[in-house]
Every structure is written in structure tokens, then in C-alpha cells.
């Protein structure tokens, strides 16, 4: 079983930029497609962005388009969300999930295993 473990999450202004990474365990990491997810309190979990095996698609949430950028490195088992022009909209709990697809999906649903979180706090 495959398990996630997200970093890099914090305080900042903002405009600032923040890294996330998803360290995952397991070998089939290379073989599944990778999303982030977020939730901010009193909200449900959306869809931020997903990227497929061999990292040719991806896709984005049109609140995050032309600010946040998915990316994975397989030789390390990890997936990156680089965020940058942080607004406080996008203060949220980042998730990492993964499916067993190598295809991406914006569904929540299709995931089928998540790490724990990280937080994400963008304020004055």
C-alpha cells in the first residue's frame, strides 16, 4: 500500500510562493497519476491539480491556473506543488492523493489514497 507524506506548508504574505512535496511510499507511485487537493475550514475538499504517470498532462483548477505548477520526479517517488502569488483564498489544507490510473482526474472520488496534510496560511 502506498503512503503519502506532504511538506512544506506555512505562513506566509500574500504574493509570496511556497513549495509542497508529497513523498510517497511504495512502488507503484510511477505507475499512478498524482493530484492536491485542498480544504479550507467550513468548505469541502476541491480539486487544485493532477498530473499523470509520465507527467505529459496536466491539469488545473481554474483558481490556481498560471499561479500553481504540478510536477513529479519518479526516481524520487515524489510529487511537488509549486505555488506562487499566494492570495488568502488559497489558505487550505493541501492534500496529496493518488489513483490507480495513469491518467489524471479532477475527481476526489478517484482518488484512492491520501496523506495527511499539510497547511497552507496566506495572510497580511
Known amino acids: 500500500q502506498v503512503q503519502l507524506v506532504e511538506s512544506g506548508g506555512g505562513l506566509v504574505q500574500p504574493g509570496d510562493s511556497l513549495r509542497l512535496s508529497c513523498a510517497a511510499s511504495?512502488?507503484?507511485?510511477?505507475?499512478?497519476?498524482m493530484g492536491w487537493f485542498r480544504q479550507a475550514p467550513g468548505k469541502e475538499r476541491e480539486f487544485v491539480a493532477s498530473i499523470s504517470r509520465s507527467a505529459i498532462s496536466t491539469r488545473y483548477a481554474d483558481s490556481v491556473k498560471d499561479r500553481f505548477t504540478i510536477s513529479r520526479d519518479n526516481a524520487k517517488n515524489t510529487v511537488y506543488l509549486q505555488m506562487n502569488s499566494l492570495k488568502p483564498e488559497d489558505t487550505a489544507v493541501y492534500y496529496c492523493?493518488?489513483?490507480?490510473?495513469?491518467?489524471?482526474?479532477?475527481?476526489?472520488?478517484?482518488?484512492?489514497?491520501w496523506g495527511q496534510g499539510t497547511q497552507v496560511t496566506v495572510s497580511p
Open positions: 511504495g512502488r507503484t507511485f510511477s505507475s499512478n497519476a
Open positions: 492523493a493518488g489513483r490507480y490510473s495513469i491518467s489524471i482526474s479532477t475527481s476526489a472520488l478517484e482518488y484512492v489514497y
